[in-house]
């Protein structure tokens, strides 16, 4: 993943953000930088980077003209894509080089906790 990262140009910040705003219609930056604990300028400046690689894009608020918001954007979708392969196929190498009895435990300690997240 962080190859992918860094073959991108992305902090890992910034692919954060992208996640956060796959989940999401849109949000401000102040809300982008409350979910991130990171201050509202640095969230700024993450922001304009992924703004000038074409991944999301800034919109005025309808409701109030001094909020901007941001929404990701088909070629950030791609990236997430791109990014979530990469941690696939690291956990999958990783996974083939335990032992058959620590991948066996590891899934059994490992399934309860996927079906409570997949279940709503």
Not at 6 to 18: H, N, Y
Not at 38 to 57: E, F, I, K, N, T
Not at 61 to 88: K, Q
Request: glycine content about 6%; overall charge positive.
């Amino acid at each position: 993943m962080f190859r992918v990262l860094g073959e991108l140009g992305l902090a890992f910040t910034q692919m954060k953000a992208l996640f956060i705003l796959s989940e999401h219609d849109r949000l401000s930056v102040k809300d982008i930088s409350g979910r991130l604990s990171m201050s509202l300028p640095a969230m700024s400046r993450s922001v304009d980077g992924l703004v000038q690689r074409g991944y999301v894009a800034r919109h005025e608020c309808a409701s109030d003209r001094r909020s901007r918001l941001v929404t990701l954007l088909p070629a950030g979708r791609e990236v997430l894509g791109r990014v979530l392969a990469a941690r696939g196929a690291a956990l999958v190498e990783f996974a083939a080089e335990l032992p058959d009895a620590e991948r066996d435990a590891l899934h059994a300690a490992l399934l309860p906790i996927a079906e409570r997240l997949s279940s709503p």
